[in-house]
């Protein structure tokens, strides 16, 4: 055999490790497709079963309940003369009918004093009113 035919041999055999190598190659990428097109099918069934539902359901109803307590947890801090207890997540019975604006329940303030509309001052601290802490009121006020 002559060099030439041998390097053309040599040559047709790198050309067939390498459509060996693709062939590999293709198979490896399809064998992945298909295992992700079944993870896909597999997490498009369990969002329309029940499970799933219930589980968003779940968390939901956590996810208000504590948004719930936090918000009532601020009333009671910005507003401490209302009375809070009556007011609780789970008080309807009939939970598909809607409330309308005249069966909202009220919240009955504490009965010593009578209900006034809360003032920015039930809410904030005003900094512009003198200060009555005693250790604020002796920091000289001139530090020249």
Known sequence: ???????????????????????????REEKEKA???AKLKAIK???????????IAEGSLVAYEYGFEA???????????LD?????????????KPILVDEVPTIKPVADEPATMPTIEDAAWDPTKEATDPTIESIPKDLD
């Open 1 to 27: 055999m002559t060099q030439a035919k041998i390097e053309a041999l040599e040559g047709l055999v790198a050309i067939e490790w390498r459509a060996i190598e693709l062939i590999k190659a293709l198979a």
């Open 84 to 96: 809070l207890s009556g007011l609780h997540p789970k008080d309807s019975d009939d939970e598909d």
């Open 71 to 81: 918000c009532k947890r601020c009333l009671a801090w910005m507003l401490p003369k």
């Open 45 to 55: 069934e369990f969002r329309a079963s029940k499970e799933f539902e219930n589980e």
């Open 35 to 37: 295992f992700i097109e």
